[in-house]
């Protein structure tokens, strides 16, 4: 049940600064403590408190270079927009449709989390689709 996939503003998420959030047995818990392994499976039901939001992340492939990214089309990339006239170009509707689409499409890295501090202050972090069924919302 993943409903939260990429970039959201804080206040389309269920959770705020300073809830009381259920995180579930069974859960991955990621922390920076340096003692323990980067990404834990919480034994217990527990509560924490919400330090802060991690919005997730969203990325435009225009930030790739084009020979990275598989979908980027290599014969046509926002600098052929310079060169296409209207007038003269016959497919040069297509080819700003073509790359106003590709502007659009995001690529999801990664999903919001709550963060709290943990065992000795270090930061903990939860993926927030792994609470939704925990945590009822309104």
Not at 16 to 40: C, F, M, N, Y
Not at 86 to 92: L, Q, S
Not at 101 to 130: F, M, Q, S
Request: proline fraction near 8%; charge should be positive; glycine fraction near 6%.
């Amino acid at each position: 049940m993943v409903k939260f996939v990429g970039y959201f503003e804080e206040n389309a998420l269920p959770f705020k600064k300073g809830d009381t959030v259920v995180i579930p047995a069974g859960v991955e818990i990621q922390t920076l403590h340096p003692s323990k392994p980067h990404k834990i499976i919480n034994k217990r039901k527990r509560k924490v408190k919400v330090n802060h939001l991690m919005n997730g992340q969203s990325i435009s492939p225009d930030f790739f270079k084009r020979n990275d990214f598989p979908g980027y089309d290599a014969e046509f990339d926002h600098y052929d927009l310079l060169r296409l006239d209207a007038r003269t170009e016959p497919d040069a509707e297509k080819s700003i449709a073509k790359w106003k689409a590709l502007r659009e499409y995001k690529i999801h890295t990664r999903n919001p989390k709550i963060v709290w501090p943990g065992t000795g202050g270090y930061w903990c972090e939860v993926d927030i689709n792994d609470l939704l069924e925990a945590n009822p919302c309104p």
